[in-house]
């Protein structure tokens, strides 16, 4: 990834003010990355684009590996999503989407959203590469949305990439 390129993504996000200023350590104990996942580099995008209630969905705070309760364990007691047990409540998730877009969500400032994304490494992960992070909003984008790299940070941690 470039900074300046633009590339279409699905996957977590969160909002800016909580993960601004971050070093990789710090970043994956926030996010729940496995310590050392960062260690190849990553690069933090912005979300260009608000999604629309049917782009993403509620996955709870990040120490919720998945979006589920006890995600990172290989039998959590109950496996419903955020989301899912938004809806097994009752909610209405699609005005709660609409509530979230119009009054959290944002694509400049502090509350914009963005992702995290780790430079490969080749390896393949399991839910044990994803602990309890330290509890911050996070939501699943499940279509494929237009971001930003607004940064890139080497291996390391040595530099940003120029």
Aim: charged share 30%.
């Amino acid at each position: 990834m470039k900074v300046g390129e633009t590339i279409k993504l699905k996957g977590y996000i969160t909002q800016l003010h909580f993960v601004r200023g971050r070093k990789g350590p710090q970043l994956e104990k926030l996010l729940g990355f496995k310590a050392g996942r960062l260690n190849m580099g990553w690069a933090m995008l912005y979300l260009t684009k608000l999604p629309k209630p049917s782009d993403f969905q509620f996955r709870g705070y990040t120490q919720m590996s998945g979006g589920v309760s006890q995600g990172h364990l290989d039998n959590p007691l109950d496996r419903r999503t955020a989301e899912k047990r938004l809806e097994d409540d009752n909610y209405d998730v699609v005005k709660l989407k609409e509530w979230i877009i119009r009054d959290v969500f944002s694509v400049s400032g502090s509350k914009r959203l963005v992702k995290i994304v780790p430079n490969p490494d080749g390896k393949r992960r399991t839910n044990k590469d994803y602990p309890p992070g330290k509890g911050i909003p996070q939501w699943e984008l499940i279509t494929r949305m237009p971001f930003k790299v607004a940064a890139a940070m080497l291996p390391g941690e040595v530099q940003w990439q120029k």
